[in-house]
């Protein structure tokens, strides 16, 4: 009888998982039309959010050296959003979280509008070959 229940228990969390993943919604591989970027980049890419720019290039940052990205982000949906975006240099074990937008009374891009950002990895001298990026929204 105890094995009956694991079962039951097992086939709802199957699909509890399901419709949750299902609600998530992200778009991996959707790779933004602008890439100014010359590395492998993997795309985990909410389908509330467009990736309008996406450049990196090494410059300097609060006089330090940096490997400073450049990303825009278009709100796509029909209700204001607040995004997270995280880069992650997986060749060099290095990664970034950047509020979209950073500030506001409310902190929100609104419906069809873009924000752009600037994500610059401090100490970093030379690009990355190897990116994942990921934009979730967030609850405002």
């Given at each position: 009888?105890?094995?009956?229940?694991?079962?039951?228990?097992?086939?709802?969390?199957?699909?509890?998982?399901?419709?949750?993943?299902?609600?998530?919604?992200?778009?991996?591989?959707?790779?933004p039309?602008?890439v100014?970027?010359?590395a492998?980049?993997?795309?985990e890419?909410d389908?509330?959010a467009?990736?309008i720019?996406?450049?990196?290039?090494l410059?300097?940052h609060?006089?330090?050296p940096?490997?400073?990205?450049?990303?825009?982000i278009?709100?796509?949906?029909?209700?204001?959003q607040?995004?997270?975006?995280?880069?992650?240099?997986?060749?060099?074990?290095?990664g970034?979280?950047?509020?979209?937008?950073?500030?506001?009374k409310?902190?929100?891009?609104?419906?069809?509008?873009?924000?752009?950002?600037?994500i610059?990895?401090?100490?970093?001298?030379?690009e990355?070959k190897?990116?994942l990026?990921?934009?979730?929204?967030?609850?405002?």
């Amino acid at each position: 009888m105890k094995h009956k229940h694991c079962g039951l228990f097992g086939v709802v969390l199957v699909v509890a998982l399901l419709f949750g993943l299902g609600s998530v919604c992200y778009a991996a591989g959707r790779a933004p039309e602008n890439v100014n970027c010359d590395a492998d980049i993997h795309w985990e890419i909410d389908m509330d959010a467009k990736i309008i720019q996406f450049d990196c290039a090494l410059g300097k940052h609060g006089g330090e050296p940096a490997l400073i990205f450049t990303v825009g982000i278009e709100n796509v949906s029909s209700t204001a959003q607040r995004y997270r975006i995280n880069i992650f240099l997986e060749d060099m074990a290095k990664g970034f979280g950047h509020l979209v937008p950073a500030k506001g009374k409310p902190p929100v891009v609104e419906p069809g509008k873009s924000e752009k950002v600037k994500i610059p990895f401090i100490k970093v001298e030379k690009e990355s070959k190897k990116i994942l990026v990921i934009v979730k929204k967030i609850s405002n």
